[in-house]
DNA sequence: AACAGTCTTTACTGATTGGTACAATTTGGA
DNA sequence: TCCAAATTGTACCAATCAGTAAAGACTGTT
């Protein structure tokens, strides 16, 4: 009765998914093992810890993922103006235009924030930070940078939640190049 | 064992609470009871339609409230520019400069967003339009107008998410009076 | 003081929750 | 080919879930 067909880095994704849409309580596992195809077994040998070590380990791999795409890019690149504008192409594709909900920030307005508060926190500070990095090298002082950066993420969360709420994915995109103007400008 | 001390209208401000402490999801028949000190019985005899009907009665004192003090004095200031301030100190106020969420929003990334989507898009568009009226007033033309009203209650619901997650009502403020300038300017 | 209506308590339902235990099975390596 | 480890299905657990039912107690009116 063991066909070792999956992985667990294999699962990981479709687990993102099912947060995204029921959120953490809402993603009872019953609802998992239907969505995975994977029973209560293989899924506590995959994560002894539970839900809570599922939501964990989403949790790190969306942040490797924003790491590796978004912020070391916006930190590394030579050309910050291209960086910053090829990032928020690829935030918006992220967000599939705003069909798609950020778990992180949805995390962070649930009751759970508290649970996953150190994670939620690295990641929009590291995201502000990076972004910082790029607008300072492309001439900004520190402060302005940081305001900037801090503007920005605001504007990708809020959009999100606006987008959604209105469903109107419209409404994100035109959020998302207003930002990129004014962050290049 | 009867003791009337309760109206229908008292409850609900506590209701409020606990769903925004809770989510809908999590705030559960025995957290409600508890908090609210009303046994089932009563709860059902207020609310027949249960916790979704609780739901739908917080969210209209929620959309009346926001009527009151915020959509129809910008609708109707005759200086609008005062209008903007005030209403702006007045969300402040409200979400306790970001320590409080906003519930609509919380409720918009939830998997519950379909069975308010009604609510949830009145809710956030008599905002967009209200906003738009006064910047209207103060010069702007219809889409200029409507396109900062946007990016202002984008940034509030973004400001919201990023305050939350980083533990930092500070930021929200700061976001706050950002876009205050950024509307009167 | 009796009444009807409003409100509340209590006990209960069946379903579902997250989690555990463990045996059965498959797999890769020696 | 054989074995230990990895993987999986099934049955089970106590706790909690939203919701129901109905009898009791309080209220204002007459």
Redesign the pocket.
């Known amino acids: 009765?063991?066909?070792?067909?999956?992985?667990?880095s294999d699962i990981i994704p479709v687990l993102a998914e099912i947060f995204r849409e029921h959120g953490f309580?809402g993603?009872?596992?019953?609802?998992?093992t239907e969505r995975t195809?994977?029973?209560?077994?293989?899924?506590?040998?995959?994560f002894?810890?539970?839900?809570?070590e599922m939501a964990q380990a989403v949790l790190t791999e969306i942040d490797n993922w924003f790491e590796e795409k978004i912020y070391r890019p916006l930190r590394e690149s030579e050309n910050p103006a291209f960086a910053i504008r090829s990032t928020c192409r690829a935030v918006t594709d992220y967000f599939n235009s705003g069909r798609r909900i950020c778990l992180v920030g949805a995390f962070a307005l649930d009751n759970v924030r508290d649970r996953f508060a150190s994670q939620i926190n690295d990641y929009f500070a590291a995201w502000i930070t990076a972004l910082s990095h790029a607008l300072q090298k492309l001439g900004h002082n520190a402060e302005a940078a940081t305001g900037l950066a801090e503007e920005a993420v605001i504007a990708i969360q809020g959009a999100l939640v606006i987008a959604r709420a209105l469903d109107n994915p419209a409404l994100f995109e035109r959020a998302m190049t207003r930002m990129e103007k004014q962050l290049i400008a």
Chains 1, 2 share one sequence.
């Open positions: 009765m063991a066909k070792t067909i999956a992985e667990r309580e993603a009872s596992l019953s609802v998992i195809g994977l029973g209560k077994g293989s899924l506590y040998h995959f002894p810890g539970g839900k809570a």
